[in-house]
């Protein structure tokens, strides 16, 4: 019932990532003028999360940071301090569970839990599934509630356990106009890669959107 479930999601998120319009879904833009969509899950983290906003300053660069409602109710102030750097706060569950173990309704209660906690934010409907894994069920219940879904195309690979240079280098290769990448902002090794990365392309005058 797994396998079947989680299936469907990993080719959906194939064809989010080549640009095919679906309900509910965000859709990436090639357009060589798009910008680059740089974005933080599995925060607010108390200990990496403000030397990403300071980095981010630095580069007058806009993000969307993926939260857990759990996270966001131990660092509220921290939260806070992410919209006032202009960032965008979206939804990523309350306790990041596996999506796919859980019934629609479970899963529709630890998004909508989050939700309440992003109303006073003003944040989207914008919501990014735990490890990128949504059956058919649940996605057609969050966009019968007006959420949009959002995956990535590039993986900045904080989880790997490899050097942050070689991870830096590969993901500046690899990066192109539109891309969605994802960085985990409670990985202690998110902070290093994303200034390496971000050194290494600042020639290419990349522009940095929030996704909403
Ligand atoms: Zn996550």
């Known amino acids: 019932m797994i396998a079947l479930m989680s299936m469907p999601a990993r080719i959906i998120r194939k064809l989010s990532i080549r640009g095919v319009l679906l ?62 750097n202009g960032h965008i706060l979206a939804n990523h569950t309350y306790s990041h569970p596996d999506l796919t173990r859980l019934t629609t ?20 409907r914008l919501f990014r599934p735990t490890r990128g894994l949504i059956g058919p069920r649940l996605w057609w219940a969050l966009w019968c509630r007006d959420y949009r879904i959002a995956f990535w195309s590039q993986d900045c690979g904080d989880w790997e356990g490899r050097l942050e240079t070689e991870l830096a280098e590969r993901l500046a290769q690899r990066v192109q106009p539109g891309d969605v990448i994802i960085f985990h902002d409670d990985q202690p090794n998110s902070v290093a890669i994303l200034e390496l990365f971000l050194a290494t392309i600042r020639s290419r005058n990349f522009q940095f959107a929030a996704l909403r």
């Not at 309900?23 to 680059?36: D, E, K, N, Y």
């Not at 108390?46 to 969307?64: F, G, I, M, N, S």
């Not at 309704?105 to 989207?124: G, M, V």
């Open 23 to 84: 309900p509910g879904l965000f859709r990436i833009s090639r357009r060589p003028t798009a910008p680059v969509y740089l974005t933080f899950d599995d925060g607010p983290a108390p200990q990496t999360t403000p030397q990403v906003l300071k980095l981010l300053r630095e580069y007058k660069a806009q993000a969307t940071f993926f939260v857990c409602g759990q996270c966001v109710e131990k660092n509220s102030e921290l939260t806070a301090e992410i919209i006032r």
């Open 105 to 124: 309704s479970e899963a529709l209660h630890e998004i909508e839990r989050t939700q309440k906690l992003l109303a006073p934010f003003h944040s989207p």
